[in-house]
């Protein structure tokens, strides 16, 4: 939602955006804008709002708050005219259809699709085009809703965890593929749960959980604000949490049975004093932050207090 | 619209090469009324159209509800989601749906009167070619409410509960709406509900036809009856499922 001269429009805009599913909210006032030729992957740990986003992108969904647009317009009219392609999270397949039949299908649906046989490269599905699609593997049908997607040959493309059922070969060359497919200004959004992969692929990272924008920016800034971090935790006895609250470098605190739980950006100098302290504290662990971890300090830091 | 051509034909095609859906379909009305006419064979007959309208019935029946299951599969595992990701009207996967049940009651009502007119039924009059064919065809366009039921149940129920449901739905119609008997013998509640089922209404249709009757306007009412009503709870059901 940039109004620079430079910065392109962007093709697809949340703003303000909210929704809730009965009293819980899932995405939470998200504004974010994405700009044509990006690879963005949309990273979150699981139930951070990930596929709601996606959802809310597509117009399977609609925002209680806020406004979605893609194109431009509303989410399903750029849908209705064939600009998007989507991969959704296990979305079945019809039984009986063969794989050429089903990518025959999606292409008579767009305005300017690929060939079949390109898609069936693309996919590397030339082996088995004439199978029906209840006899394919996990990993060929996984390959087949890639294909459906790419058919339509759309300006954006939007994958939901695409590689959540595939080992690490397997994703390897998924990716591969996409950025076969990716090039001369196409547009790539992806969820994903794993920052190595969202490292990996994409050039832009927008981080959400609990339906709210954590961080968003390149692979490597979005990496810097997650490493460094460690988690310090001990037994809760005779501690008092503004004790650890007040140490240096403590970023949040958080109690969990008999155990608080504390994320700092300086584990060297938060121990040093926690030792001083309180000289006496029992089952002291130290951990390095991993991403779900990040993610809570993140939430707790840039998340806004409701 | 070439886009729902094309979804229409590969949903024809995939159902239409499935051996269990054509034996089920096409293959169980006929073998059914074969064995019934063999089994008692000199019942005397009471209905112009003999054992043969029922069983036809019977196969309208089984066709038309074709539509639930299949709905309730797709919408649970995702494939009606993923077609809303691409420019298809989300209403025309349901119409299809329709379309192709309709596209096997069609052969299944004929291959009933073809056996009839085959082996003779023991029970009602020969029809001529003509009489044969009228009564076809009127048989099938009655089926249309009962393909209304179908994606009514399939737009409500999803998965496992679809195919309970249009198990249900099946007896019901079977055994209550003039297929299994005639509303004349059950008690007089049971009768009014029975003559307001669409499998009735079917019955009806190929009964006049058979007795050389016009159709009867209670029937007619009654098949339109289900055809605006049912229509109507499926329009609002899939609405239900579009806003999820």
């Known amino acids: 939602m940039s109004t620079d001269i430079d910065k392109p429009a962007p093709i697809a805009t949340f703003d303000g955006v909210t ?32 596929t709601t986003t996606v959802e809310l992108l597509l117009g399977l969904t609609n925002a209680d708050q806020g406004v979605v647009r893609l194109f431009g317009g ?69 390959r087949v809703r890639l294909a459906l997607a790419l058919a339509g040959n759309p300006e954006l493309l939007i994958l939901d965890e695409p590689t959540a059922a595939l080992d690490v070969d397997a994703r390897r060359t998924f990716w591969e593929r996409v950025h076969g497919y990716v090039s001369a200004g196409r547009t790539v959004l992806f969820a994903t749960h794993r920052l190595e992969e969202a490292d990996a692929v994409a ?33 809760a006895d005779g501690l008092s949490r503004e004790l650890l609250e007040n140490l240096p470098a403590v970023e949040a605190v958080q109690q969990v049975r008999g155990r608080l739980t504390l994320s700092t950006s300086d584990p060297d100098a938060t121990v040093r004093a926690l030792l001083q302290q309180a000289p006496n504290v029992q089952g002291l662990e130290v951990r390095r932050a991993g991403m779900e971890e990040a993610f809570l300090h993140l939430t707790h830091v840039e998340g806004v207090p409701s | 619209m070439s886009g729902w051509l094309s979804y229409l034909w590969l949903e024809a095609k995939r159902q239409w090469r499935n051996r269990e859906i054509l034996i089920f379909r096409l293959g169980l009305p006929t073998a059914i009324y074969l064995i019934l006419n063999a089994a008692d064979g000199d019942t005397p007959s009471t209905n112009p159209g003999g054992r043969m309208v029922p069983i036809a019935a019977l196969a309208a029946v089984i066709s038309g509800l074709a539509a639930g299951p299949s709905l309730g599969e797709e919408r649970a595992n995702g494939w009606l989601r993923q077609l809303r990701t691409t420019p298809l009207r989300p209403s025309a996967a349901v119409a299809a749906k329709i379309v192709v049940a309709m596209s096997f009651a069609l052969p299944s009502i004929a291959l009933v009167a073809a056996a009839a007119g085959l082996v003779g039924d023991n029970q009602g009059t020969a029809l001529g070619w003509a009489a044969s064919i009228k009564l076809v065809g009127l048989m099938w366009l009655a089926t249309t409410p009962i393909t209304a039921v179908g994606a009514l149940i399939g737009l409500t129920f999803g998965g496992e509960a679809a195919h309970g449901a249009t198990t249900l739905a099946f007896v019901v119609l079977w055994l209550g709406g003039g297929i299994f008997t005639s509303p004349d013998n059950l008690p007089d509640a049971l009768a009014a509900i029975s003559r307001a089922l669409p499998s009735w209404g079917v019955v009806q249709v190929g009964e006049s036809v058979a007795g050389g009757r016009s159709l009867s306007a209670s029937a007619v009412v009654v098949l339109a009856a289900w055809t605006v009503g049912a229509g109507a709870l499926a329009a609002l059901a899939w609405r239900r499922v579009l806003a999820r």
């Open chain 1, 19 to 50: 929704r809730r599913y009965g009293q819980v909210i899932v995405i939470d006032r998200l504004s974010l804008g994405i700009q044509r030729g990006q690879t963005v992957a949309l990273l979150g740990p699981n139930g951070a709002g990930k």
């Open chain 1, 74 to 142: 509303p989410p399903a009219d750029a849908v209705a005219a064939g600009r998007v392609g989507a991969m959704l999270q296990d979305a079945g397949l019809p039984q009986g259809a063969k794989v050429a039949e089903l990518i025959g299908l999606v292409r008579s649906l767009y305005p300017d699709p690929l060939s079949v046989a390109e898609v069936l490269r693309l996919a590397d599905l030339e082996q088995v085009a004439r199978r029906q699609v209840q006899r394919l593997s996990g990993g060929q049908r996984q």
């Open chain 1, 203 to 235: 050039d832009r990272v927008v981080v959400i959980s609990g339906g709210r924008l954590l961080a968003d920016g390149t692979p490597d800034r979005v990496k810097a604000q997650a490493a460094g971090r460690s988690t310090i935790s001990v037994a």
